[in-house]
């Protein structure tokens, strides 16, 4: 049982450069999140999903798209990389969504710089 | 809009003893979540203990407890018998209990270092 997992663990982009982020998890869990973590702050909510199929904004959306066509996986697409865009960003899944199993847990994080 | 504040950007501690980690929050709502999350160098956050704002009791695992008071919105974290591996950045984190936003409000953290 890998958990989440996520690739690729760094990565140096130029601006204007589109990448993906992947993330999966093999505990079938219904919801998965992606936020990321600027320097000296905690963590912020990009996206989220529900369920294959239901995806949904967080808080700092912008310049982010995810799709989620199977349980496992939920990738983040970031389609024209800025310098605002360089931080860790964190893959995490839970059972449910609230109440008993909805504990979140993490992926070992990707470090993005965009020079 | 919900907050969450940690007021100690670095803690020590000296093995074997206890530390004490503020958290407090900002929220309208009555029924919601807490968490303490441990985050290591090697960057994985691993979720420690969680506190639901229903519950009177003060959540317990193991060496870590809290001091959960809901009037006041606090929510401290205590390790008793510090070990080296417990040195980490550590975030408090609240979220709501309803609605479909799931998503979990962080703090700043708490950079704790255990001296040996």
């Known amino acids: 049982n890998a958990g989440v997992t996520q690739t690729p663990k760094f990565r140096i982009l130029k601006i204007g450069q589109s990448m993906t982020l992947q993330c999966a998890q093999d505990m079938n869990h219904n919801y998965m999140y992606w936020y990321r973590q600027d320097p000296g702050m905690g963590l912020k909510l990009i996206y989220y999903?529900?369920?294959?199929?239901?995806?949904d904004k967080g808080e700092v959306p912008n310049g982010y798209n995810v799709s989620r066509s199977t349980t496992e996986d939920f990738p983040l697409r970031l389609e024209l990389a800025a310098p605002s865009q360089t931080s860790v960003y964190f893959c995490a899944s839970s059972l449910i969504g609230i109440g008993v199993g909805s504990e979140q847990f993490f992926g070992p994080g990707t470090r993005l710089t965009v020079l | 809009a919900q907050t969450v504040t940690q007021s100690q950007p670095e803690m020590s501690v000296q093995e074997a003893e206890t530390v004490t980690l503020s958290c407090t929050y900002d929220?309208?709502?009555?029924?919601?979540?807490l968490f303490w999350y441990k985050q290591p160098p090697s960057r994985q956050m691993i979720l420690v203990i969680r506190q639901e704002a229903y519950k009177q009791q003060n959540a317990t695992e193991n060496r870590f407890s809290v001091n959960f008071q809901k009037a006041a919105k606090s929510f401290s974290l205590k390790i008793s018998d510090s070990q080296l591996g417990d040195a980490a950045m550590y975030f408090c984190?609240?979220?709501?209990?309803?609605?479909?936003?799931?998503?979990?409000?962080f703090g700043k953290g708490t950079l704790l270092t255990v001296n040996p």
């Open positions: 999903s529900v369920g294959a199929g239901i995806t």
């Open positions: 984190a609240y979220r709501r209990s309803g609605g479909s936003n799931y998503k979990l409000t």
């Open positions: 929220t309208s709502e009555s029924d919601y979540y």
